[in-house]
């Protein structure tokens, strides 16, 4: 199964659920890559790519997902991540990890600045912080802003809400 899933283009290392550290790259604003190993931000949704055209502030658009990808990008520039295995995986088999960088929570920073939402369905391990953010309304919090849950939004749409 591992040699299958390798030429798939999975890393083993995420199939065999090992710690990763590297320099990671963007997928989405809640998924990475490093050294070929996809992973999914455990706790963590981000406004999808095609919810950019959704989110509003006061009528005009916000850009939720253009926001948090950028958000990411400046986490992934503090220098390597390293991610720890939660056993669990979105539906195409990405593995959810929790990813630091330099020591902080990639997810908690996210949702802490108002980039994403903790990911209710699967756990409230962030919840604290994204309460955090709609208190200071900063962000996708910010008094004006209108743009569906990201889970929600996939249901809406017949897509898996543990996917990409």
């Not at 999914?40 to 006061?58: E, H, K, N, Q």
């Not at 220098?79 to 997810?107: K, R, S």
Request: proline share 7%; hydrophobic share 45%; net charge negative.
């Amino acid at each position: 199964m591992i040699v299958a899933l390798a030429l798939l283009g999975f890393s083993t290392a995420a199939v065999a659920q090992d710690p990763v550290v590297g320099v990671a790259e963007p997928l989405q604003a809640d998924q990475i890559k490093i050294d070929g190993a996809r992973i999914s931000l455990y706790g963590i949704d981000a406004p999808d790519t095609d919810m950019d055209r959704f989110c509003t502030a006061d009528g005009d658009l916000f850009g939720c997902y253009a926001n948090a990808g950028r958000g990411l990008v400046i986490l992934i520039d503090e220098g390597p991540f390293e991610c720890t295995p939660t056993g669990e995986f979105n539906y195409l088999a990405f593995p959810y990890m929790i990813c630091t960088v330099n020591g902080v929570d990639v997810a908690e920073s996210l949702i802490r600045s108002g980039l994403a939402y903790a990911f209710l369905p699967q756990t409230d391990v962030y919840l604290e912080a994204q309460n955090a953010a709609e208190a200071e309304q900063i962000g996708i919090w910010q008094p004006g802003i209108t743009v569906q849950l990201p889970w929600e939004h996939r249901e809406e749409y017949n897509r898996p809400i543990f996917g990409p």
